[in-house]
């Protein structure tokens, strides 16, 4: 069982960044992506990354906001959030597969994914 970790959330205002990083024992051999819900609101999926890093995608949402990266070397995935807004306030979730036929659409798909986090506070606000 994968032991995935998010870390980096917190609190910043509007306009403001934010690094996630997600981190697991031999994440290099999955593909990842990044999800986040909010209070009363469905969960949405942000961004993916291929194992290789040969796909990448990302939500009409976060598109030329956000970049989705990873460092094998350190098993970490990282989601640099720039120009943040009240909207994408909620809890990031990275998420891992074995399957490689995921990322090939803008916004991953929740069920292609088999291993979860537990999530990281992210909270924009003036």
């Known amino acids: 069982q994968l032991q995935l970790v998010e870390s980096g959330g917190g609190d910043v205002q509007p306009g403001g960044s934010l690094k996630l990083s997600c981190t697991a024992s031999?994440?290099?051999?999955?593909?990842i992506a990044w999800f986040r819900q909010a209070p009363g609101k469905e969960r949405e999926g942000v961004s993916c990354?291929?194992?290789?890093?040969?796909?990448?995608n990302y939500a009409d949402s976060v598109k030329g906001r956000f970049t989705i990266s990873r460092d094998n070397a350190k098993d970490t995935v990282f989601l640099q959030m720039e120009s943040l807004k009240p909207d994408d306030s909620g809890i990031y979730y990275c998420?891992?597969?074995?399957?490689?036929?995921?990322?090939?659409?803008?916004?991953?798909?929740?069920?292609?994914?088999?291993?979860w986090g537990q999530g990281t506070q992210v909270t924009v606000s003036s």
């Open positions: 998420a891992a597969t074995l399957f490689s036929g995921v990322c090939r659409t803008s916004t991953p798909r929740a069920d292609e994914y088999s291993q």
């Open positions: 031999r994440l290099g051999l999955y593909a």
């Open positions: 990354i291929h194992a290789v890093g040969a796909r990448i």
